[in-house]
């Protein structure tokens, strides 16, 4: 079955850095559209950025846009999450999630089990 495994989180200043990483397996990770999404406390989730099977089309959310980068490798079936300059209300669950499409993010083939990360103030 699909399998994909985040890491990367942490506790972080505000500022500061971190790089999530979500390694899939069980799928045919280069046919598959890949997505970051975010959970904080008592929110519902959002999606943060999303990449299509080349990595030739990248989105992201408007409140990360500038400081978050999307990128794949396909020859290691991992997608990573890039986050600069982070601030508190960057605080949440980061999930991973593989999606049926190649290009589009409306059909979830499945999630991640989720990374947790913390940026004080």
């Known amino acids: 079955q699909v399998q994909l495994v985040e890491s990367g989180g942490g506790l972080v200043q505000a500022g500061g850095s971190l790089r999530l990483s979500c390694a899939a397996s069980?799928?045919?990770?280069?046919?598959?559209?890949m997505a970051w999404s975010r959970q904080a406390p008592g929110k519902e989730r959002e999606f943060v950025a999303g990449?299509?099977?080349?990595?030739?089309?990248?989105y992201y959310a408007d409140s990360v846009k500038d400081r978050f980068t999307i990128s794949r490798d396909n020859s290691k079936n991992t997608v990573y999450l890039q986050m600069n300059s982070l601030k508190p209300e960057d605080t949440g669950v980061y999930y991973c999630?593989?999606?049926?499409?190649?290009?589009?993010?409306?059909?979830?083939?499945?999630w991640g089990q989720g990374t947790q990360v913390t940026v004080s103030s």
């Open positions: 069980g799928l045919t990770f280069s046919n598959s559209a």
């Open positions: 990449i299509s099977w080349s990595g030739g089309s990248k």
């Open positions: 999630a593989a999606y049926k499409s190649s290009e589009t993010f409306a059909d979830v083939r499945s």
